[in-house]
């Protein structure tokens, strides 16, 4: 028997098409083959939007059209691309559309409820721009958050400046769904001191946190995550690459979050920081991944940093 692909089950027809479509294929090819590969590629493309250019953005932003879809995940996706300004302002345009739509379908909500929210872009320190960043990212609401830098992973380069870094790490605290957060290629504030303050506010079903790539990260602010924060959820916490100065100092190791969170624990009684010292040594790793040419930080042996 002859079985062609409109025969398939909607259900098997639609993965089909999903993942066709998430490869570099241009969606048009498929969506023109007929009605069912129409209405289940819009509805994939409508429920995982996925941005390749500012100009993508803003005309996404403009359009007033309803698919009656809800949104899962959002991915902008800038690699090789010169990322202007007024990103930050489509962005929060396209998201703000979303959100209006879900509150037609009768969802009420007041932020987007997304399964992932995925950047791969540059900030720029010279951008006024900021707040607009941090007004569009509030909109949302994820359970998974990554944002890389687009360039290759052996380039350390800054893709997340320390202005937007800070008010990333406080718009963490605004999201309740979530649960997974990677952040690479980011610089802290140079002013950071070894102080109690902890990286981002209190997150309680935080589960994992991935930090890559990292300059002018306070090992205080690291520990007081385990001293200060109370995070029941949180079962894993890995500093890829992450230096206190810049790239030419050393690697954050285990032993210098320790020697952090034994300052912060200074006048609690010694089960508390005996505590907080497994916790950390049962949670926490500090590794290598990219190693430089000549220079910096030279690691033998092993990945793993203690």
């Known amino acids: 028997m002859h079985v062609t692909l409109g025969d398939l089950p909607p259900e098997i027809l639609f993965l089909i098409i999903a993942y066709t479509l998430s490869g570099d294929s241009v969606p048009s090819n498929i969506l023109c083959v007929n009605h069912q590969f129409r209405n289940a590629g819009v509805e994939w493309l409508y429920r995982n939007l996925c941005f390749r250019s500012p100009e993508q953005l803003r005309l996404f932003a403009q359009t007033s059209e309803n698919t009656g879809v809800v949104l899962r995940s959002v991915t902008v996706d800038l690699t090789g691309k010169f990322t202007r300004?007024?990103?930050?302002?489509?962005?929060?345009?396209?998201?703000c559309r979303c959100r209006d739509r879900t509150e037609k379908l009768g969802l009420g909500q007041k932020q987007i409820q997304l399964e992932a929210l995925c950047l791969r872009l540059h900030s720029y320190s010279r951008d006024t721009s900021h707040h607009v960043f941090e007004e569009a990212l509030s909109v949302a609401n994820p359970r998974i958050f990554r944002w890389t830098g687009p360039d290759p992973d052996h380039h350390f380069s800054t893709a997340i400046v320390a202005p937007v870094a800070s008010r990333l790490c406080r718009i963490f605290g605004t999201w309740s769904n979530i649960q997974d957060i990677t952040v690479t290629n980011i610089t802290f504030s140079v002013d950071q001191d070894n102080s109690a303050i902890p990286l981002f506010p209190e997150i309680p079903g935080l589960r994992t946190l991935y930090v890559g790539q990292a300059t002018f990260l306070s090992p205080g602010s690291v520990a007081a995550i385990f001293c200060v924060n109370r995070m029941p959820n949180l079962e894993r916490v890995r500093l890829v690459?992450?230096?206190?100065?810049?790239?030419?100092?050393s690697r954050i190791r285990r032993s210098d979050i320790e020697k952090a969170a034994q300052i912060i624990m200074f006048s609690q009684d010694e089960a508390q920081y005996e505590g907080v010292l497994l916790r950390i040594r049962k949670l926490l790793t500090?590794?290598?991944?990219t190693e430089r040419i000549t220079g910096g930080d030279r690691v033998e042996g092993g990945i793993f940093l203690v």
């Open 85 to 95: 300004s007024d990103v930050w302002q489509h962005l929060r345009e396209a998201l």
């Open 286 to 289: 500090c590794e290598k991944k």
């Open 241 to 249: 690459d992450a230096y206190c100065e810049s790239i030419w100092g």
